[in-house]
């Protein structure tokens, strides 16, 4: 920026922010934040709605997590409010950005109290979320950007009340965001203006991820011989049982899966571990669990290929992650997948999503095993510096169209 534009004052709004009870959950909006912060040309307060249940039902026994979530935090010297907003099972789906967007008219109207008026509300996930922004855009006037980030884009269009509220939405929002090209053609079609949707990738944490030791690595894991490490959580659309069958197929190989049990609707840890047991692959299969992202460099540089097999994906954090610790990337071809994939020492790209695709995919790997010092190099194109000075850009543009 030539000239000097005053500090704009930015209120975050997203149902996905780290918290002590989970603090693997939307590490990537967090990330976005602290850098917009770290430029020192916005001031940022976060509201983190949380759910709560009007009344108590056995089957949201792990929403216990939820109420200890506190009223208010601060991470990384960002202010962090967490107001309550009810969830209404059954009838749900389609009244809670309206419940979530009125639950927040007083924390708002507080936070104006105390002296941060915000100018720009900055939404992550389209919905509830985005939704919930756009209205509260409208009551407090305030111009409202919302960042489309993978499964609010590439499943809730299909079903009706969410996609008439999510173009409603983005026809109220000053501009829209998304992290990677194919979540934006997706959006076309909702009739969304083509120049209204901005692509900003996520970038990768360069200082965090990073190759280490190797050997120390692998000692340290217990890693030996060709190792596939496969992240995320243990949920069906991260497609882990893709790789446990592929095993069969590569009689040496083995593979770790880092990632914790899914929500109660989703999870497959079980099923994961029944699958490797079925098909005799058991004493090959090493499950670790949930893993902090401060630990996940260790496990990137100890293994041989990361493979992520999933079924959509926006932009896939832990492929730039895996590339930034040197470690080539086996990938399905969903979204934007292959939009982090697009050199020889990045990895290979799947020639679809299956055990036969992996297969293959691992055959041709192995024949043109890349450098580790090439693929970190690979990575480094993909700093959070670009993302945070459009990011930069496009809320003073809006704020000085206001």
Not at 144 to 149: A, W
Not at 159 to 177: K, L, Q
Not at 261 to 283: I, M, R, S, W, Y
Not at 374 to 392: C, H, L, P, V
Request: glycine share 8%.
């Amino acid at each position: 920026m030539h000239h000097h534009a005053k500090i704009m004052d930015i209120l975050t709004f997203t149902t996905l922010y780290p918290n002590d009870s989970q603090p693997n959950h939307g590490l990537f909006v967090e990330h976005r934040i602290r850098r917009l912060t770290q430029s020192g040309q916005a001031n940022v307060r976060v509201l983190a709605p949380v759910a709560w249940f009007p009344f108590t039902h056995p089957r949201f026994g792990n929403y216990s997590g939820l109420a200890r979530i506190p009223r208010r935090d601060q991470r990384h010297g960002v202010i962090i409010e967490h107001p309550r907003y009810p969830l209404i099972p059954k009838i749900g789906m389609n009244l809670t950005p309206l419940t979530m967007a009125v639950a927040m008219i007083g924390p708002l109207r507080r936070m104006i109290r105390e002296g941060f008026n915000f100018q720009l509300i900055d939404a992550h996930f389209l919905y509830p979320d985005g939704v919930a922004a756009a209205l509260l855009g409208q009551w407090f006037h305030r111009p409202v950007v919302m960042t489309g980030r993978g499964t609010d884009v590439t499943l809730l269009p299909q079903f009706h009340g969410p996609r008439r509220m999510i173009t409603w939405a983005s026809r109220h929002s000053a501009a829209m965001i998304t992290v990677c090209h194919a979540l934006k053609e997706a959006l076309l079609p909702l009739a969304i203006p083509e120049h209204h949707i901005r692509v900003l990738p996520n970038g990768v944490d360069l200082e965090l991820f990073r190759p280490l030791d190797r050997d120390r690595a692998r000692e340290e894991l217990g890693v030996t011989g060709i190792t596939l490490l496969s992240v995320g959580h243990l949920v069906q659309r991260k497609g882990h049982d893709i790789p446990i069958r592929a095993l069969t197929r590569l009689p040496d190989v083995r593979l770790v899966i880092a990632g914790g049990g899914g929500t109660f609707e989703d999870d497959n840890e079980l099923a994961l571990k029944q699958l490797a047991h079925d098909l005799g692959v058991q004493d090959r299969v090493h499950f670790a669990g949930g893993v902090l992202q401060t630990r996940l460099p260790i496990y990137y540089s100890a293994a041989d290929i990361l493979v992520l097999a999933s079924a959509r994906e926006g932009r896939a954090n832990v492929l730039l992650e895996a590339m930034a610790c040197g470690l080539p990337v086996i990938t399905s071809p969903v979204w934007g997948n292959p939009e982090a994939v697009t050199a020889p020492e990045a990895g290979v790209i799947m020639r679809e999503r299956s055990v036969d695709g992996l297969v293959e995919a691992f055959h041709r790997l192995m024949s043109a095993m890349p450098d580790r010092a090439m693929t970190r190099r690979y990575a480094e194109k993909f700093s959070w510096d670009q993302t945070t000075r459009d990011q930069i850009e496009l809320f003073q543009t809006i704020l000085q169209k206001d």
